[in-house]
């Protein structure tokens, strides 16, 4: 199983930071709609946390509709395209406007931001690459 980059920085509860780095997986498009999770126990040895911990920020994510469990063949991501599409604008949204407030912390204004960001988006473009994912590539059968 390939390994997930877990962002860890100590600044909220431990399971909350696990959930956020998952569901960055999710939306991002690293693992589609119906694409099974791998299991408790793996994630949590990737992540180097306890079982329990990586349980409960699975939780999270299902109470939120992000993954579901089927039975006993595990935890996929939803294929509700709705639900997808709707925490992605969140979270893009919550990343958006911590950027303008850090930006405008720096005295720059609605134009330079804009010209800031469009810099940005041009020395990035195309440089994304392979990430690496904590899914398998099967779906549901």
């Known amino acids: 199983m390939a390994r997930l980059k877990w962002h860890i920085d100590g600044t909220s509860p431990l399971y ?28 949590a040895a990737d992540a180097k946390v306890n079982p329990n911990t990586m349980q ?19 935890k996929y991501v939803t294929e509700d395209g709705g639900i997808l599409a ?17 930006l405008s912390s720096f005295g720059c ?9 469009a810099d940005a988006a041009a020395r990035h473009a195309g ?3 392979n990430r690496e994912k904590a899914f398998e590539t099967e779906k549901k059968e």
């Open 109 to 117: 204004g609605a134009d330079e931001i804009s010209r800031l960001i």
């Open 56 to 74: 409960r920020a699975l939780f999270e994510l299902e109470r939120e509709g992000l993954i579901e469990t089927r039975g006993t063949t595990g």
């Open 16 to 43: 909350i930071q696990l959930a956020d780095s998952l569901r960055r997986e999710i939306i991002s498009g690293a693992c589609g709609p119906g694409c099974r999770i791998a299991s408790v126990r793996e994630l």
């Open 127 to 129: 440089g994304m690459g």
């Open 86 to 102: 709707r925490t992605r604008r969140e979270v893009l949204d919550s990343v958006a406007d911590d950027l303008i407030a850090r």
